[in-house]
């Protein structure tokens, strides 16, 4: 039976000292719509793959958020990346393949996935 | 939604969007297929007038959109099921949901992956805690998003192996305690 005495000792095992920032020098933010229109049209399992995936990965400049319903429910699940120079892009209907995909180009190699993309400001 | 514990995320995201520092989250299961949801915050609270139209998918306290369908969606799939469903509320004190269901009906909806739902909800905000019960007959689980973050702090958020942990430790002792 798990207990918490042994994530005490896989914390100690396993840490990683990381400090986590409100900035993201030279990283990205990533927003998940988590409103009921998102949650209902498939938000959770998108957002897990991104806290999965970041914390897996070990991208440290990475922050994933969860913000409210964006405006656009027939798009969702949306999510909208930020990166450091304040650029944002706005990408709707994400499933779980789609974000694994959003993590390698967009946030590992800064490349937009414009078929995915519905809007951006710069 | 699809799932019960969709249900139970997008009520606790309205407690974080007013202002809720604590979040209690019961779930109770009783006579072999009875379940109890309730969400109880310490947030803003709905005033009186208010709550006489909160569950009208047609009032809504945001200004972008006139829909609002998280509470009237979450109280279909109560009455669905041979449920209930009730908010009760005091401004500035706390707003409690309770749901109740029968799950031998046939459109009660499944639970979902409540380790994962507990998880992400104690990510949500950094200003809001969540204390989850989970209780059979008379045994109780109870999770307490403050006590894992003193043993593992911001490892919480970075460090896959504990997401992981956290996820199969609420998971696991709720299985354990079926009947």
Redesign the interface.
């Known amino acids: ?4 005495e ?3 000792k ?2 100690e ?4 000292n ?3 920032r409100d900035s993201v020098d030279g990283g990205h933010r990533v927003a998940v719509g ?4 998102g ?2 049209s498939g938000a ?1 399992p998108v ?2 793959t991104f ?2 995936e970041v ?2 990965q ?1 991208l ?1 400049n990475v922050l ?1 958020t ?1 913000v ?2 964006m ?1 656009n429910c027939t798009k969702e699940p949306m999510v909208e990346v930020i990166d450091s120079d304040g650029r944002k892009t706005i990408y709707g209907e994400i499933d779980e393949k789609k974000a694994l995909e959003i993590v390698e180009k967009h946030l590992k190699n800064n490349e937009i996935i414009d078929m995915y993309k519905i809007s951006s400001l710069d | 939604m699809n799932e019960l514990v969709l249900h139970i995320m997008d009520i606790v995201y309205n407690s974080i969007a007013a202002c809720a520092t604590l979040v209690t989250i019961d779930i109770e299961r009783y006579n072999n297929n009875f379940l109890r949801i309730s969400v109880l915050d310490n947030g803003n609270g709905i005033d009186k007038t208010t709550l006489l139209e909160v569950k009208n998918p047609f009032h809504t306290s945001r200004t972008t959109r006139k829909v609002g369908l998280g509470l009237s969606l979450f109280e279909l799939s109560c009455t669905q099921a041979n449920g209930k469903f009730d908010v009760e509320s005091e401004v500035g004190k706390f707003t409690k949901v309770s749901a109740s269901m029968d799950t031998s009906h046939i459109d009660c909806l499944p639970m979902g992956d409540i380790g994962e739902c507990i998880y992400l909800l104690s990510v949500a905000s950094d200003n809001c805690e969540i204390v989850f019960n989970y209780k059979v007959s008379e045994t109780v689980f109870t999770y307490d998003s403050r006590e894992i973050k003193n043993l593992v702090g911001n490892d919480l958020k970075t460090n896959f192996e504990v997401i992981k942990y956290i996820k199969d430790y609420v998971n696991e002792n709720i299985s354990n305690m079926e009947v």
Request: proline share 0%.
């Open positions: 039976m798990k207990s918490l042994e994530l005490k896989i914390k095992r396993t840490q990683r990381v400090n986590m988590m409103g009921t229109c949650i209902a959770r957002l897990n806290v999965e914390a897996k070990n440290d994933v969860q409210g319903c405006g």
